[in-house]
């Protein structure tokens, strides 16, 4: 669920005279601006007066839609390449919405509140914040949020791997890359596919990005290697895996051999950092 901090300060130089559109409505200027992630603000122990540099590191498109009795009215977009990455000025009819902002390293479709979805298909890192905003929240001029992680992580990792192992595929039963922002969990859960291409590689790490049904859920994780044929190598399924929204699940051992030993671990912590995997998680 969203714990999400949420601080609204009047900045009446920013504020542009008021302008009308074509159905004669006052249009305000609000800045929608990122202050930082939360879990970060706490280990910090005080807001910095600009921290949006960890949004940088952490996300490459952002975006914020406001939404008026369920109806999409608004949405912002910025990508890491724009100026002033996190802060998004925009015109607005002032009215009470409910507001949502995902940051991610993947673009993400807000379709509805409860309908958010990763635009190419394959879920990344993702933060989120869900509130509602007042009509005098908006004349305040400045709307500035902390964001939440939304997405659990499952990493994997074998010992070495057989030569003529050339793509892993995890198949994933219980998540979900749809996202419900109003209750901070998957909307429903599925059974995920990907594929990993492990041509030339001695190991195999991989992972995948999900969103959950609950704030503890249970999965199940089958993992097979296939040789250049198609040909299964190997294949095993791990039952009743624990995975929590905001942290990692880490499974690791010789899964090539039968009677290899395994380690399945999930994390004590939330995890505030980006995960450094050998390659973009993304980009399969």
């Known amino acids: 669920m969203c714990c999400a901090m949420m601080m609204l300060t009047a900045c009446e130089n920013q504020i542009a005279d008021n302008k009308e559109n074509d159905n004669k409505e006052t249009l305000q200027e609000v800045t929608f601006s990122v202050l930082d992630f939360e879990q970060t603000l706490m280990q910090m122990g005080a807001v910095s007066a600009d921290t949006r540099a960890a949004l940088t590191g952490n996300a490459t498109y952002l975006k914020v839609a406001l939404f008026l009795d369920n109806t999409k009215k608004y949405e912002f977009a910025q990508t890491s390449e724009d100026d002033g990455f996190g802060a998004i000025t925009a015109l607005v009819v002032p009215e009470n919405y409910d507001m949502v902002v995902i940051a991610s390293k993947a673009e993400m479709t807000i379709e509805a509140l409860t309908n958010i979805y990763p635009t190419g298909g394959k879920l990344n890192d993702t933060f989120y914040y869900y509130g509602s905003l007042t009509k005098a929240n908006l004349e305040a001029g400045t709307v500035a949020v902390g964001l939440d992680r939304a997405v659990a992580l499952f990493e994997f990792q074998t010992d070495a791997k057989p030569l003529e192992v050339t793509t892993f595929v995890l198949e994933l039963t219980g998540a979900n890359t749809v996202f419900n922002a109003v209750t901070g969990l998957s909307a429903g859960s599925t059974t995920l596919t990907n594929s990993f291409d492990q041509t ?70 939330l995890w505030p950092d980006p995960i450094n995997f050998p390659y973009d998680l993304s980009s399969l």
């Not at 190991?203 to 040909?231: I, N, Q, R, W």
């Not at 399924?237 to 010789?254: A, E, H, I, L, W």
């Open 200 to 269: 030339g590689r001695t190991t195999v790490h991989c992972g995948m990005y999900v969103f959950l049904p609950s704030a503890d859920a249970v999965v199940t994780v089958k993992a097979t290697a296939y040789d250049a044929d198609e040909k299964v190598v190997k294949t095993y399924t791990f039952n009743d895996v624990q995975m929590k929204p905001q942290y990692k699940t880490y499974c690791s051992g010789n899964f090539f051999q039968v009677n290899g030993s395994w380690n399945i671990t999930l994390n004590s912590v």
